[in-house]
């Protein structure tokens, strides 16, 4: 194991177990051990460790559930972060499932019309497009669409991806004159977004996709010009690094 990350788990597993001391004196509390727990879940899963992750997830699920009145906002979370476990452990099913809960909890709560919901039904659309579900897949990316423009406006980083998505959708259809609308959409976002909103490898992956658009079109010339574009962004990358992501983040489609 790597040892910066067993020294990360290391201290992340002393905060858990204080966490629950303090959660089972003061149940209200509840709330900090499960922002320990997600803490620990995350390194888990970063060194490989998917089994001890879902193991703790569903410690914080059972300890949300085992208070007289548990909290929505966080029974919805934890389900989401099972889900999202789930999909990169490579068990869609369960992943779907546990999407589809925390979408009837929000349904059931009033929480329908959040960000936290619209991330979900972005990221259930992509694994229904893995499960060759085009129809779902697409009703879900619209709905994730229509929420974050009502949240963002049209011109925010998470519209775009959205936008993104569904291209690569339709380009898995061979639907290419919509694939290339969302497309170049997603890319008119992208380019316009402040230096501190735009990601790079998200700009260039747009670019890729664009280029497969073009080449199956018969445009050669305009897919060269798009496959230039991204190799050029790429090449300026240097020392880039992701921001990293604890919570069940919005899913991007990279396949061109």
């Known amino acids: 194991m790597n040892s910066s990350i067993e020294s990360l ?3 992340a597993s002393r905060s858990v177990e204080e966490a629950r001391r303090a959660a089972y004196r003061d149940p209200s509390r509840i709330g900090e051990l499960v922002e320990h727990i997600s803490v620990l879940a995350d390194l888990r899963q970063k060194e490989g460790d998917f089994r001890k992750a879902e ?9 949300v559930q085992d208070v007289r009145k548990p ?4 029974t919805l979370g934890i389900h989401s972060l099972l889900a999202y476990l789930y999909d990169r452990w490579g068990r869609s099913e369960q992943a779907t499932e ?11 709560r009033g929480m329908q019309n959040t960000d ?3 991330t979900i039904k972005n990221n ?4 229904y497009k893995s499960m060759k579900d085009t129809e779902k897949a697409e009703r879900y990316y619209h709905e994730a669409l229509e929420e974050f423009q009502r949240l963002d406006g049209d011109n925010s980083s998470r519209v775009a991806s959205v936008f993104n998505n569904l291209g690569v ?7 290419v004159e919509r694939a290339q609308e969302m497309h170049e959409r997603a890319l008119k976002i992208r380019r316009d977004l402040p230096d501190g909103d735009m990601d790079p490898a998200d700009l260039s992956q747009t670019f890729l996709n664009l280029g497969a658009v073009y080449k199956a079109t018969g ?7 798009c496959v230039d574009r991204a190799k050029r962004i790429r090449s300026g990358m240097n020392g880039y690094v992701t921001r990293p992501r604890r919570a069940a983040s919005l899913l991007i489609d990279r396949t061109a």
């Open 219 to 225: 445009d050669f010339r305009m897919a060269e010009e």
């Open 98 to 108: 546990y999407y589809e809960k925390a979408l009837k909890i929000a349904t059931e």
């Open 71 to 74: 909290d929505p906002e966080l």
């Open 55 to 63: 193991s703790l997830y569903r410690e914080a699920l059972y300890r």
């Open 116 to 118: 936290k919901v619209a």
């Open 9 to 11: 788990i290391y201290s």
């Open 124 to 127: 259930l659309a992509m694994i």
């Open 169 to 175: 959708l339709y380009y898995a259809n061979m639907d």
